[in-house]
């Protein structure tokens, strides 16, 4: 039986769609029973409804400052839906514990840097800033610390000499759409996982899973 994800989105819904895409091959070990969206405009929800995705809005903008309660009517919808896995794709808030602890071990998330390496916003800046000559993504679980968790996959990317943000964001961006199908295929079929923050290899793109 193939496992019955959510995926969370704010905005662009990129990640989303290489999930769903993914998630129609028929093989593929688990299936997208709902995308949901905290902002009523987000781009992917069109994305979502053109693939025949089941889709809600629950904006957090309805619940003023109750997080809870927002998190509250997600979760009723996660679970109506009878989904046993979440991936956030892009969802652009903090999650509370409550909401983090429901879904332990069961929610994934996608970062574009190598963590630990740059958690938070501005990742390609940063990693430019730094002079960093290896960039890229990561899957992981989450946890309570914000971007912190097993890592379940990772692929990296040379930083070019010329490379600008927009440059370095649409390489690492394209590793993004390969490892974070692999990521929820393997966790799904129940995979053992790799050793934590381990990059395998740093040959373009790498991918561990
Ligand atoms: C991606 O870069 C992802 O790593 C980060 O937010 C961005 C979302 O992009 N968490 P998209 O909405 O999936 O296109």
Same mark, same amino acid.
């Not at 960093?132 to 993504?137: F, L, T």
């Given at each position: 039986?193939?496992?019955?994800?959510?995926?969370?989105?704010?905005?662009?819904?990129?990640?989303?769609?290489?999930?769903?895409?993914?998630?129609?091959?028929?093989?593929?070990?688990?299936?997208?029973?709902?995308?949901?969206?905290? #902002?009523?405009?987000?781009? /992917?929800?069109?994305?979502?409804? @053109?693939?025949?995705?089941?889709?809600?809005?629950? *904006?957090?903008?309805?619940?003023?400052?109750?997080?809870?309660? #927002?998190?509250?009517?997600?979760?009723? %919808?996660? =679970?109506?839906?009878?989904?046993? &896995?979440?991936?956030?794709?892009?969802?652009? =808030?903090?999650?509370?514990?409550?909401?983090?602890?429901?879904?332990?071990?069961?929610?994934?998330?996608?970062?574009?840097?190598?963590?630990?390496?740059? =958690? /938070?916003?501005?990742? #390609?800046?940063?990693?430019?800033?730094? /002079?960093? @000559?290896? #960039?890229?993504?990561?899957?992981?679980?989450? &946890?309570?610390?914000?971007?912190?968790?097993?890592?379940?996959?990772?692929? *990296?990317?040379?930083?070019?000499? +010329? +490379?600008?943000?927009?440059?370095?964001?649409? =390489?690492?961006?394209?590793?993004?759409?390969?490892?974070?199908? &692999?990521?929820? %295929?393997?966790?799904?079929?129940? @995979?053992?996982?790799?050793?934590?923050? @381990?990059?395998?290899?740093?040959?373009?793109?790498?991918?561990?899973?």
């Amino acid at each position: 039986m193939k496992t019955r994800t959510g995926i969370l989105i704010s905005g662009r819904g990129s990640n989303m769609a290489s999930l769903i895409h993914a998630a129609g091959q028929p093989n593929y070990p688990a299936e997208i029973a709902i995308v949901i969206s905290n #902002h009523p405009d987000a781009p /992917g929800l069109a994305i979502a409804r @053109k693939y025949g995705i089941c889709v809600e809005v629950i *904006a957090n903008a309805a619940y003023g400052g109750d997080r809870g309660a #927002h998190e509250a009517a997600i979760d009723t %919808a996660l =679970r109506n839906a009878d989904c046993t &896995t979440v991936c956030l794709a892009g969802y652009m =808030r903090l999650l509370t514990p409550f909401f983090v602890r429901r879904w332990e071990g069961s929610m994934l998330n996608i970062h574009p840097s190598l963590l630990p390496a740059f =958690r /938070g916003l501005n990742t #390609h800046a940063r990693a430019l800033a730094a /002079g960093v @000559k290896i #960039h890229g993504c990561t899957v992981h679980l989450v &946890t309570e610390m914000m971007d912190e968790g097993p890592i379940l996959a990772q692929a *990296a990317t040379p930083v070019l000499p +010329d +490379d600008t943000e927009a440059s370095l964001a649409e =390489r690492v961006l394209a590793l993004e759409h390969k490892i974070y199908p &692999t990521a929820l %295929a393997c966790h799904a079929s129940g @995979k053992p996982l790799p050793p934590p923050n @381990k990059v395998r290899s740093l040959i373009n793109p790498c991918i561990s899973c």
